[in-house]
C-alpha cells in the first residue's frame, strides 16, 4: 500500500501524521540552533558534552517510571500537552535572548526540560502508531514517519543553518514555537485513539508491580532482548559523532550552513533508507538487515572527520543515514508487532531508557579523548567496539538457533 492510499483509508492517522510533521521541523530546526548556540557560547567540546548528557539524562531519570505512568493515561493528551509546554519552554528562551538575559546554565536547564518532555512524546508516539493502523500496515506506517521525519529534517537543518547565518538566533527560535504550536492545535483535532492500560484491565496495581511487568515482557521475549541490544550497540558508535560535528563543521570554513549541511545531508541518506525499507523488508530478513546495518554505520562514521573535501564528508553522512535509518525501521516495526498494546509505554521507556545509558560515559571519555588523540581516532575506537559487540551478540543468537535445533 502507497503512503497515499495510507493516510486515504486513515484520515485520523493522516491528520495525526501532518500534526506530528510541524512538531518534527521545530526539532529540525533546534537540533542545529542548539550545538551551534553552546559551540558559539563556549567553544568547548566538554560545553557540548553536557548539553548532550542534559538530553539524555531525562531518559536515565525518569525513563522507566514514565513509561508506567504514560501507559495509564490518553497517550495523544500527553503529546499534546509535552508540545504545549515545549512551545512556552522556546517563547521563554525567545523573550530572554531578545532582552540579551540568556545564560548558558539556563539553556542547560531548557535542554534539560525539552529532553524530558520529548521523550513523552517520543515513548507515546510508539503506542499512537500501534493503536491507529493495522499490524499488516505497521511497516507502511513507520517508513511514512520516517520518510516524512527524514525529509523534515533534511529541508529543516538546511533551514535553520541559513537562518542562524543570514539572520539571528531569536527568529529561529520563533519559528521552532509556531512549529510546535501548530502541532498541539493539529494533533489536538485528530481523532485518533490515545488508549490507556485502563482499557485492559480495571484492576489497580502499583507503578512498582507495573514496571516489574514490563520488564517480565522484554525477558521473556528473545527477539526483543537482540534487538534492543542493537540499538543499545548504535549508540556507542553514534555519541562521539554528536559532540564532533561543530568542530568538524568549523574545520570547513562553511560554519553554522556546514553544520546544517551535514546533518542535512544525514537526514537524506535516512530519507532514502525509509524509503527502501518497505520492499526490502520483503525481500530480507530483518535478523541479518539490523545487524548489517550497525556494522556499516560503525564503519562509516570515523571517516567523516578526515580531511577531504566537503562534498565527500556530505556524501559519507548520506550514506551512514541510510544504513542508520533502514535498520532501526525494521527495529520499530518488529517491536510493535511483538509487545501487547497494554505494555507498549512500559516498554518503549525500557528501551529507550537502556539505550541511552552508556552514552554520558562514551560523551565524557569522546571528549577527552579528542584534545588528545584527534577526532579520527577516537571515534574509530568506539566503532571499533561497536563492531566487535555487534558480531559478538550475531554469534551468540546463531549458536543459541543452532542449539534449538538441535533439541527439536
Given amino acids: 500500500m502507497s503512503y497515499i492510499n495510507l493516510i486515504k483509508t486513515n484520515n485520523a492517522f493522516g491528520l495525526y501524521w501532518v500534526g506530528n510533521t510541524f512538531s518534527l521541523l521545530g526539532n ?16 568547548s567540546a566538554i560545553a557540548l558534552s553536557i548539553s548532550i548528557i542534559l ?7 525518569f525513563g522507566l517510571i514514565s513509561g508506567a505512568f504514560i501507559d495509564r493515561f490518553d497517550q495523544k493528551k500527553l503529546m499534546v500537552a509535552a508540545n504545549l509546554f515545549r512551545t512556552i519552554v522556546f517563547i521563554t528562551l525567545l523573550l530572554l535572548y531578545l532582552t540579551e538575559s540568556a545564560s548558558l546554565y539556563f539553556i542547560y536547564f531548557s535542554i534539560f526540560l525539552l ?14 502508531i500501534q493503536r491507529n493502523v493495522k499490524s499488516d500496515l505497521l511497516t507502511a506506517a513507520n517508513s511514512l514517519m ?20 543570514l539572520f539571528t538566533i531569536p527568529i529561529t527560535l520563533s519559528i521552532i514555537a509556531v512549529c510546535l ?16 492500560s485502563r482499557e485492559v484491565t480495571s484492576e489497580k496495581k502499583s507503578i512498582t508491580s507495573e514496571i516489574k511487568a514490563g520488564f517480565k515482557v522484554i525477558l521473556d521475549n528473545r527477539m526483543l532482548k537482540i534487538n534492543i541490544l542493537y540499538l543499545f550497540i548504535l549508540n556507542i558508535a553514534v555519541a562521539p559523532l554528536s559532540v564532533a560535528l561543530p568542530f568538524i563543521a568549523g574545520s570547513t570554513h562553511f560554519e553554522a ?102 552514552v554520558p560515559l562514551v560523551l565524557v571519555i569522546s571528549s577527552l579523548l579528542f584534545s588528545q588523540i584527534g577526532i579520527f581516532s577516537t571515534m574509530a575506537i568506539f566503532s571499533g567496539f561497536s563492531i566487535i559487540l555487534t558480531i559478538l551478540v550475531l554469534t551468540a543468537k546463531q549458536k543459541v538457533t543452532d542449539d534449538q535445533k538441535l533439541v527439536s
Avoid at 504550536?181 to 490515545?194: N, T
Fill in 55 to 61: 538530553q539524555m539524562l531525562p531518559y536515565i531519570l
Fill in 115 to 128: 529532553s524530558f518532555l520529548s521523550m513523552i512524546f517520543l515513548i507515546c508516539e510508539q503506542g499512537i
Fill in 257 to 358: 550552513f556546514g553544520l546544517g549541511l551535514m546533518v542535512a545531508f544525514l537526514s537524506l541518506g535516512s530519507l532514502v533508507g525509509a524509503y527502501v525499507s518497505v520492499p526490502l523488508s520483503k525481500r530480507c530478513k530483518a535478523s541479518m538487515m539490523v545487524p548489517l546495518s550497525v556494522i556499516l554505520y560503525s564503519t562509516l562514521v570515523p571517516f567523516v572527520s578526515t580531511p577531504i573535501n566537503l562534498y565527500v564528508i556530505l556524501a559519507i553522512f548520506f550514506f551512514i543515514g541510510l544504513v542508520s535509518d533502514l535498520g532501526i525501521i525494521l527495529i520499530n516495526t518488529e517491536f510493535q508487532k511483538i509487545v501487547p498494546k497494554q505494555f507498549i509505554g512500559r516498554v518503549s521507556s525500557f528501551r529507550t531508557t537502556s539505550l541511552r545509558v552508556a
Fill in 146 to 165: 520516517s520518510v516524512s521525519k527524514h525529509t523534515i529534517d533534511f529541508l529543516g537543518k538546511i533551514m535553520s543553518g541559513l537562518i542562524l547565518t
Fill in 181 to 196: 504550536l501548530f502541532s498541539v492545535l493539529i494533533i489536538s483535532f485528530a481523532k485518533i485513539g490515545g488508549g490507556s
Fill in 28 to 43: 529540525a530546526l533546534f537540533s542545529v540552533a542548539l550545538p551551534w548556540i553552546v559551540y558559539k557560547m563556549t567553544g
